[in-house]
Nanobody, 114 residues
Framework: QVQLVESGGGLVQPGGSLRLSCATS????????MGWYRQGPGKQRELVAA???????TYADSVKGRFTISRDNARRTMSLQMNSLKPEDTAVYYC????????WGQGTQVTVSS
């Protein structure tokens, strides 16, 4: 059974940082490109960052230079380091494959507000 469990969200002031984590089970993690997605209030879900099994990364223009995606193939986990957070980064963040093959997890809420 596939499980994707996101954690690490919270409330942070503009300019602050958060680190999100994604724990996976039931998938052949190493072979898949993985991604972090987000869905802001009233918006469609969008891809924020992706990482291949070999570590190649891509980022949405809106987060380039501020977010860093990483993965640990041995532990089947993925992380998203988010720096210089802005109010427009407020969203529920999800992890999944790229494309999003598997059922969505519950996500983790990130709120950027003063």
């Amino acid at each position: 059974q596939v499980q994707l469990v996101e954690s690490g969200g919270g409330l942070v002031q503009p300019g602050g940082s958060l680190r999100l984590s994604c724990a996976t089970s039931g998938i052949s993690f190493t072979i898949y490109e993985m991604g972090w997605y987000r869905q802001g209030p009233g918006k469609q879900r969008e891809l924020v960052a992706a990482i291949t099994g070999g570590g190649g990364t891509t980022y949405a223009d809106s987060v380039k230079g501020r977010f860093t995606i990483s993965r640990d193939n041995a532990r089947r986990t993925m992380s998203l380091q988010m720096n210089s957070l802005k109010p427009e980064d407020t969203a529920v963040y999800y992890c999944n494959g790229r494309p999003s093959f598997w059922p969505w997890g519950q996500g983790t809420q990130v709120t950027v507000s003063s």
